[in-house]
């Protein structure tokens, strides 16, 4: 017979820590974008700024083929389980377990990346025409990966350190470590680029130009981790890995899990990758999308992510507990946030999307070609995040129900569409089309996965209510008072003579006011709904 519980404190207690994730979140995003719009700045619209941003997300790609999103999503279910069955230290040995497993897989991962640097850098820079300078580029793109392979273990270690955290309910600094990382290699690029100088190409670059990028870059990541690591211990769940962990029955079930899981993370990043193989074919092609995936990342961060990271915790345990009523109320706060958060963004991003290119276009990226490309990948994004939203929340509902079959599923009809229509995009000329359709392969990849996660949590969910109409219509009703504040904004901006500085201080204003009267006209709408309850 299923039990059921009071579920006030939790809806509290899931705001409340939603808050604070998306608060060091949104640390974290600004961080990360600042670091994407510093490296084009620097750079500049190069095939060699294409080779380091594209090289530098290589060991990203790489870890989340190890386990990735996924580590965190099975991991934390396994370790709140441990914690309420097992004896005290049951947890702590289910980490180490577990960790020394993720080691050795990112280990012997991190020695086939050094073997098939020639053939990644190959991808990275086939598209350019020129063979003197592709060569030089292919050689910059071999040195860069092997100097930030080592990232691969790193990023595995930092991983199961948060996911040790977020078990714990502790939340801060796990969000907040990945600013520091940003902070760090946004000093080391802009240090490079006041010693060697800004806007080179493939061919002229200094040695030491390339150790100081690589190297730096590697070193944040190493910070990162160790903020991370400290932070488990903090909690009482120090990542020790041991010896013989495949003795282990906890670890080996875990293990199974993550192995099962392996597609969800990875069809994503192998997805990305693809997008960046097409992007490298335009100048400066990879900064551009670059720059439009972290504006596609920052709602996301804020809504969806920081709500399923707050409540993981608690839908694994109603799971635990057989109590389908509060995982289902679980579910339907964490959608109605998650809404929240995505709605209002789509409609500052599709409305602002060409000053904001603007704004974010600075230095040697301030051209009008660079910034209209940026802008029409802006536009794409603002709806592709909506999906994405979507698709990540139904895939951490079900993996705390310990459903692996269907966010695989999903996360592989991801990657089928999102490689299908990016490869449609060298059809085109190099420019503007092709990075735009790139976009769209983002927008109906992740349209693909939401379908099949949210049709497949709708059936595990029922009789209880999938999700909660009224309050998610008072999220679309919000935005449209959005639209004075934002066309508003809109004017001024495209009719007045504003510098650089100037336009972002209206963009800061107009966003913050349009969100102003989307919370007022929520509040109000929500005020009228309770009142007529009464």
Same mark, same amino acid.
């Given at each position: 017979?299923?039990?059921?519980?009071?579920?006030?404190?939790?809806?509290?207690?899931?705001?409340?820590?939603?808050?604070?994730?998306?608060?060091?979140?949104?640390?974290?995003?600004?961080?990360?974008?600042?670091?994407?719009v510093?490296?084009?700045?620097?750079?500049?619209?190069?095939?060699?700024?294409?080779?380091?941003?594209?090289?530098?997300?290589?060991?990203?790609?790489?870890?989340s083929?190890?386990?990735?999103q996924?580590l965190?999503?099975?991991?934390?279910?396994?370790?709140?389980?441990?914690?309420?069955?097992?004896?005290?230290?049951?947890?702590?040995?289910?980490?180490?377990?577990?960790?020394?497993?993720?080691?050795?897989?990112?280990?012997?991962?991190?020695?086939?990346?050094?073997?098939?640097?020639?053939?990644?850098?190959?991808?990275?820079?086939?598209?350019?025409?020129?063979?003197?300078?592709?060569?030089?580029?292919?050689?910059?793109?071999?040195?860069?990966?092997?100097?930030?392979?080592?990232?691969?273990?790193?990023?595995?270690?930092?991983?199961?350190?948060?996911?040790?955290?977020?078990?714990?309910?502790?939340?801060?600094?796990?969000?907040?470590?990945?600013?520091?990382?940003?902070?760090?290699?946004?000093?080391?690029?802009?240090?490079?680029?006041a010693?060697?100088?800004?806007?080179?190409e493939?061919?002229?670059?200094?040695?030491?130009?390339?150790?100081?990028?690589?190297?730096g870059?590697?070193?944040?990541?190493?910070?990162?981790?160790?903020?991370?690591?400290?932070?488990?211990?903090?909690?009482?769940?120090?990542?020790?890995?041991?010896?013989?962990?495949?003795?282990?029955?906890?670890?080996?079930?875990?293990?199974r899990?993550?192995?099962?899981?392996?597609?969800?993370?990875?069809?994503?990043?192998?997805?990305?990758?693809?997008?960046?193989?097409?992007? $490298?074919?335009?100048p400066?092609? +990879?900064? &551009?999308? !670059? @720059? #439009?995936?972290? *504006?596609? /990342?920052?709602?996301?961060?804020?809504?969806?992510?920081?709500?399923?990271?707050?409540?993981?915790?608690?839908?694994?345990?109603?799971?635990?507990?057989?109590?389908?009523?509060?995982?289902?109320?679980?579910?339907?706060?964490?959608?109605?946030?998650?809404?929240?958060?995505?709605?209002?963004?789509?409609?500052?991003?599709?409305?602002?999307?060409?000053?904001?290119?603007?704004?974010?276009?600075?230095?040697?990226?301030?051209?009008?070609?660079?910034?209209?490309?940026? $802008?029409?990948?802006?536009?794409? +994004?603002? &709806?592709? !995040? @909506? #999906?994405?939203? *979507?698709? /990540?929340?139904?895939?951490?509902?079900?993996?705390?129900?310990?459903?692996?079959?269907g966010?695989?599923?999903?996360?592989?009809?991801?990657?089928?569409?999102?490689?299908?229509?990016?490869?449609?995009?060298?059809?085109?000329?190099?420019?503007?089309?092709?990075?735009?359709?790139l976009?769209?392969?983002?927008?109906?990849?992740?349209?693909?996965?939401?379908?099949?996660?949210?049709?497949?949590?709708?059936?595990?969910?029922?009789?209880?209510?999938?999700a909660?109409? $009224?309050?998610?219509?008072?999220? +679309?009703?919000?935005?449209?008072?959005?639209?004075?504040?934002?066309?508003?904004?809109?004017?001024?901006l495209?009719?007045?003579?504003?510098?650089?500085?100037?336009?972002f201080?209206?963009?800061?204003?107009?966003?913050?006011?349009?969100?102003?009267?989307f919370?007022?006209?929520?509040?109000?709408?929500?005020?009228?709904?309770?009142g007529?309850?009464?």
């Amino acid at each position: 017979m299923l039990r059921s519980r009071p579920l006030g404190p939790f809806v509290t207690t899931a705001a409340r820590r939603s808050a604070v994730v998306a608060g060091w979140t949104l640390i974290s995003r600004v961080t990360g974008l600042g670091r994407v719009v510093v490296i084009g700045a620097v750079l500049g619209p190069t095939f060699f700024a294409n080779t380091f941003v594209a090289t530098n997300v290589v060991p990203n790609i790489v870890f989340s083929a190890v386990a990735g999103q996924a580590l965190g999503l099975v991991v934390v279910p396994a370790v709140v389980s441990a914690s309420s069955r097992g004896r005290r230290g049951h947890a702590a040995e289910l980490l180490g377990g577990v960790g020394a497993c993720l080691l050795t897989a990112a280990g012997a991962v991190t020695a086939l990346l050094l073997l098939a640097s020639p053939l990644l850098a190959w991808s990275l820079t086939f598209g350019i025409a020129d063979p003197v300078v592709a060569g030089q580029a292919q050689g910059i793109a071999v040195l860069l990966i092997l100097l930030v392979s080592p990232q691969v273990v790193l990023y595995t270690m930092a991983a199961l350190g948060a996911a040790a955290q977020q078990s714990r309910e502790r939340f801060v600094l796990a969000a907040a470590a990945p600013a520091v990382e940003n902070v760090v290699l946004i000093a080391i690029v802009v240090i490079a680029g006041a010693t060697w100088g800004t806007g080179q190409e493939a061919g002229g670059i200094p040695l030491g130009f390339l150790l100081t990028l690589g190297v730096g870059s590697t070193a944040a990541v190493a910070v990162h981790t160790g903020l991370q690591l400290y932070g488990a211990a903090r909690c009482g769940l120090a990542v020790r890995p041991f010896r013989k962990w495949w003795r282990d029955p906890a670890t080996m079930r875990v293990a199974r899990r993550l192995r099962g899981s392996l597609a969800v993370p990875a069809s994503p990043m192998i997805g990305m990758y693809a997008l960046l193989i097409i992007a $490298a074919t335009v100048p400066g092609g +990879v900064v &551009v999308v !670059q @720059l #439009a995936y972290a *504006l596609f /990342q920052f709602p996301l961060a804020l809504g969806a992510r920081a709500v399923s990271i707050a409540v993981l915790p608690e839908m694994s345990g109603s799971y635990e507990r057989d109590d389908r009523a509060a995982f289902a109320a679980s579910w339907r706060q964490a959608l109605t946030y998650a809404t929240v958060t995505g709605v209002p963004a789509a409609v500052l991003l599709l409305v602002l999307g060409d000053p904001v290119a603007r704004v974010l276009a600075n230095g040697e990226m301030r051209s009008p070609d660079v910034i209209a490309r940026f $802008a029409a990948c802006i536009t794409v +994004v603002a &709806v592709a !995040q @909506l #999906a994405a939203g *979507l698709h /990540q929340i139904g895939r951490q509902g079900l993996f705390a129900r310990i459903d692996v079959a269907g966010p695989r599923n999903a996360s592989l009809a991801l990657l089928l569409v999102t490689v299908t229509v990016a490869a449609s995009a060298l059809v085109v000329a190099p420019g503007t089309g092709r990075l735009v359709i790139l976009c769209v392969a983002l927008l109906l990849g992740e349209l693909a996965g939401a379908v099949i996660t949210l049709v497949r949590l709708w059936r595990a969910i029922r009789p209880e209510r999938f999700a909660d109409p $009224a309050h998610i219509g008072v999220s +679309v009703i919000a935005a449209a008072a959005m639209l004075p504040v934002v066309g508003a904004g809109w004017w001024l901006l495209n009719t007045s003579e504003l510098g650089t500085v100037a336009e972002f201080g209206v963009l800061v204003a107009c966003g913050l006011l349009s969100l102003a009267a989307f919370t007022g006209a929520a509040r109000f709408r929500l005020l009228r709904m309770s009142g007529g309850a009464t």
